[in-house]
T-cell receptor, first 113, second 115 residues
Framework: AQSVTQLDSQVPVFEEAPVELRCNYS??????LFWYVQYPNQGLQLLLK??????LVESINGFEAEFNKSQTSFHLRKPSVHISDTAEYFC???????????FGQGTRLTINP | DTGVSQDPRHKITKRGQNVTFRCDPI?????LYWYRQTLGQGPEFLTY????????KSRLLSDRFSAERPKGSFSTLEIQRTEQGDSAMYLC?????????????FGAGSRLTVL
C-alpha cells in the first residue's frame, strides 16, 4: 500500500529565507507525485506535480520539487519565501494506474517578518 | 465554470441526526471523489465515482455513510446517525479520466460539527 510521510508538521521561517518541506513516500510501483497547498480558509490547490520526464518540477510562484526515486522523496523548496506563502502544504502520491491520491499529514509553513 | 462547488460550507448538528452534503464537480469531469480531513491531518480517501458508478470505497466509509451520483453529475454524501467522531471537513474533488495521471481539483469543503 502507498503511504506518504511529511517529516515536519510545522516549519517556521523568516521572510526571504529559503525553505524546504520534506516528503517521503512508500510504494511498490511507479508513482505520480503532487504538492497541494491550502491557504487559510480555502480549499486545496494544486501547486505542482511530477508525472514523468524531468525530475525537477516548478510552480508559477517560485516553488520547485525534485523527484528522487532512490530516496523515495519529493521535497519542496523555495529559495526566498514571502508572507503570502503562509499556508499548509500537502504532499500526495498516486500509483500509476490508480485513481486516488494518498496524502501526507501536511506541513504548516509559517512566515515571520 | 467556477470549479468544484460544495454545499453547505458549514453544518452544525446534534449527535444522532442525519446530514447530507452536496458536490457539484467541474462540468466536463467524469470522476468525482470524496475525502475527509480532520484537524492536523491530511485528507483521507472515502470513495470515488466514474460517471454514476461508485468504483471504490474506503474502509473508513462505515455503513452510516452513503454516497450517490445518480446522473453522473452532482454527488451527495449522507451521514446517518451522526457521531462526534464524524466532525471533520468533507472535501469533494473531480477530475477528467484520461491516460496518465489523474489530477484532482478540490472544492472548498463542507465543515461538519457534531455536538
Amino acid at each position: 500500500a502507498q503511504s506518504v510521510t511529511q517529516l515536519d508538521s510545522q516549519v517556521p521561517v523568516f521572510e526571504e529565507a529559503p525553505v524546504e518541506l520534506r516528503c517521503n513516500y512508500s510504494s511498490s510501483v511507479s508513482v505520480y507525485l503532487f504538492w497541494y497547498v491550502q491557504y487559510p480558509n480555502q480549499g486545496l490547490q494544486l501547486l505542482l506535480k511530477y508525472l514523468s520526464g524531468s525530475t525537477l518540477v516548478e510552480s508559477i510562484n517560485g516553488f520547485e520539487a525534485e523527484f528522487n526515486k532512490s530516496q523515495t522523496s519529493f521535497h519542496l523548496r523555495k529559495p526566498s519565501v514571502h508572507i503570502s506563502d503562509t499556508a499548509e502544504y500537502f504532499c500526495a502520491v498516486s500509483n500509476q494506474g490508480a485513481q486516488k491520491l494518498v496524502f501526507g499529514q501536511g506541513t504548516r509553513l509559517t512566515i515571520n517578518p | 465554470d467556477t470549479g468544484v462547488s460544495q454545499d453547505p460550507r458549514h453544518k452544525i448538528t446534534k449527535r444522532g441526526q442525519n446530514v447530507t452534503f452536496r458536490c457539484d464537480p467541474i462540468s466536463e469531469h467524469n470522476r468525482l471523489y470524496w475525502y475527509r480531513q480532520t484537524l492536523g491531518q491530511g485528507p483521507e480517501f472515502l470513495t470515488y465515482f466514474q460517471n454514476e458508478a461508485q468504483l471504490e470505497k474506503s474502509r473508513l466509509l462505515s455503513d452510516r455513510f452513503s454516497a450517490e451520483r445518480p446522473k453522473g453529475s452532482f454527488s451527495t454524501l449522507e451521514i446517518q446517525r451522526t457521531e462526534q467522531g464524524d466532525s471533520a471537513m468533507y472535501l469533494c474533488a473531480s477530475s477528467l479520466a484520461q491516460p496518465g495521471a489523474n489530477v484532482l481539483t478540490f472544492g472548498a469543503g463542507s465543515r461538519l460539527t457534531v455536538l
